[in-house]
């Protein structure tokens, strides 16, 4: 769908609960690929959003998931995120680190190395044609746009980007933060 800046995305959250099947968050853009970072405050902050406008507090034990992709298969993340919701409207899926996807999938699987990658090809799978009725969240510290994981979710959702901020952007942040608490 396009690419927004994690701000930007954050003060829309509540005007638009779900613009995207498939929400990618990965570090903003830099001068030079390899210097781009990532700011996880930000993210964080933007994931609650989401989760709050988008789960009734009294369904979030029926209705939302979260996974960490080092520790789950790729299958039963997928096997939630297919799952009709019960009793919620939409069902909301978190996979954190989702940066371990950020490899092409190999032609076959022989180490274990390929059989990581592979598992990549069953997200690709429903990145593909996602359920109407999830949000899938993904939070990747690391990405390389180059690859399918990413173009697919380009192409699917919405990529938040999450770059780290300045010195006087962080200052003019704190400022604006404390004075919504009238601080």
């Known amino acids: 769908v396009k690419t927004v800046d994690v701000r930007e995305f954050i003060s829309t959250i509540r005007r638009q609960p779900a613009p995207a099947p498939v929400i990618l968050f990965c570090p903003g853009k830099a001068p030079r690929a390899r210097d781009a970072t990532f700011e996880p405050f930000l993210a964080e902050r933007a994931i609650d959003g989401l989760v709050a406008a988008n789960v009734d507090p009294s369904l979030r034990d029926l209705a939302y998931s979260v996974f960490y992709a080092d520790e789950a298969k790729t299958g039963d993340i997928v096997l939630d995120a297919r799952t009709v919701p019960f009793l919620a409207e939409r069902r909301v899926v978190l996979v954190r680190g989702a940066e371990r996807y950020n490899s092409d999938p190999p032609k076959r699987a022989n180490s274990e190395r390929d059989k990581s990658e592979a598992s990549t090809s069953?997200?690709?799978?429903?990145?593909?044609?996602?359920?109407?009725?999830?949000?899938?969240?993904?939070?990747?510290?690391?990405?390389?746009?180059?690859?399918?994981?990413?173009?697919?979710?380009?192409?699917?959702?919405?990529?938040?980007?999450?770059?780290?901020?300045?010195?006087?952007?962080?200052?003019?942040?704190a400022i604006a933060e404390a004075k919504k608490k009238d601080k």
């Open 122 to 173: 069953v997200l690709l799978n429903y990145l593909n044609s996602p359920s109407d009725q999830t949000l899938l969240i993904l939070v990747a510290s690391q990405i390389d746009k180059r690859l399918k994981f990413y173009k697919a979710c380009e192409k699917t959702g919405l990529v938040v980007e999450c770059p780290l901020l300045s010195p006087g952007e962080a200052i003019q942040w």
